[in-house]
């Protein structure tokens, strides 16, 4: 109860309070800090939002985008590999979580979708289950697409970006296959706007600090190739290096291993504690409200 009043106390200024204010950054950093606690507390399975990536490259390529996908050329997800992952996960949750997601990148890229949907409800066949996409391929995906949404229950959450969709149409064709459509980030409420989450090349964070006000610590979690982090930045800081020429080290603490671990349990005990990597994100100079813009693939996009 006292979640669902605190978030819809937060939907509420979202929607009244520009997020390039100062009173949003003001009433932004005063609701991180009171759920900082939280952070540190051990979640239940049933409270985890777990994502699989279905794609890493995009058809947008944000600005400053936390998965990096501007500096992915192309890169689909190995189907069997991530046939296995749901399996996993599926056995050490015992099939519970609060909502598994099928994001990107742009999952919808990948020609396998429908058959990574199926396969995704087959592991969890009573969890919420979401894509979540920018909306610019929705006309276009084939009946079987919008057939595996609707047989298997999946929920088409959209961010709303400042770009060219048909959304009517987009409605219209979700309707017609009796398809979910929500938003993302309450981009009901307004357009996508961006953040900047800087990157610190030195290293010289505290860590307990920028764990404490990250907003995706011990929230939502994503497996990749038999790993399950805390936030998609360490899980594709490795394609940030190689574009740019870094050197952001990931180690075995940043992560655990699905294959070795023994239960969930585990997991999320290892999870509600600050990582090694947290010492490169400088959550306190974090920047809200910024216009949306497409990728220059500047460093300074990511990094101080």
């Keep these: 109860m006292k979640n669902n009043i605190s978030n819809r106390l937060v939907r509420f200024f979202r929607k009244i309070v520009p997020y390039n204010s ?11 800090r009171q759920n900082s606690i939280s952070r540190l507390k051990k979640k239940k399975a ?37 046939k ?12 519970i979580v609060g909502t598994l997601t099928i ?8 020609p396998q979708l429908p058959e990574i949907l199926e396969y995704a409800r087959s592991c969890f066949p009573n969890q919420k289950l979401q894509i979540i996409t920018n909306g610019l391929l929705l006309e ?8 595996a ?3 298997n ?10 770009i060219n969709i048909n959304l009517e149409k987009i409605k219209e064709i979700a309707s017609a296959y009796s398809v979910g459509l929500a938003y993302q980030d309450d981009t009901d409420i307004r357009e996508k706007t961006l953040a900047f989450n800087p990157l610190d090349l030195s290293g010289k964070q505290d ?14 979690f994503v497996v990749e190739n038999g790993r399950i982090y805390t936030c998609t930045i360490i899980a594709h800081i490795d394609y940030f290096n190689k574009f740019f020429n870094q050197n952001f080290v990931v180690s075995e603490r940043d992560y655990i291993d699905i294959y070795k671990a023994e239960s969930i349990d585990e997991i999320t005990d290892f999870m509600c504690r600050p990582m090694p990597f947290c010492r490169y994100c400088d959550k306190k100079n974090r920047v809200s409200g910024l216009d949306w813009e497409v990728s220059k693939k500047d460093i300074r996009e990511w990094a101080e």
């Design 22 to 32: 100062r009173i949003f950054r003001i009433l932004y950093y005063m609701y991180i």
């Design 46 to 82: 049933a409270d985890m939002e777990i994502q699989f990536h279905a794609a890493d490259h995009c058809n947008l390529g944000c600005k400053g985008c936390d998965a990096f996908a501007p500096a992915v050329k192309e890169c689909f997800a190995d189907i069997e590999t991530l």
């Design 84 to 95: 296995k992952d749901l399996a996993r996960t599926a056995e050490l949750t015992g099939g």
């Design 103 to 110: 994001s990107g990148g742009e999952p919808l890229l990948n």
């Design 140 to 147: 276009r995906m084939s009946a079987k697409f919008w057939l």
């Design 149 to 151: 949404c609707k047989d």
């Design 153 to 162: 229950q999946i929920i088409i959450s959209l961010t709303r970006y400042p």
């Design 207 to 220: 860590i307990k600090k920028s764990y404490r006000l990250c907003f995706m610590s011990n929230r939502s």
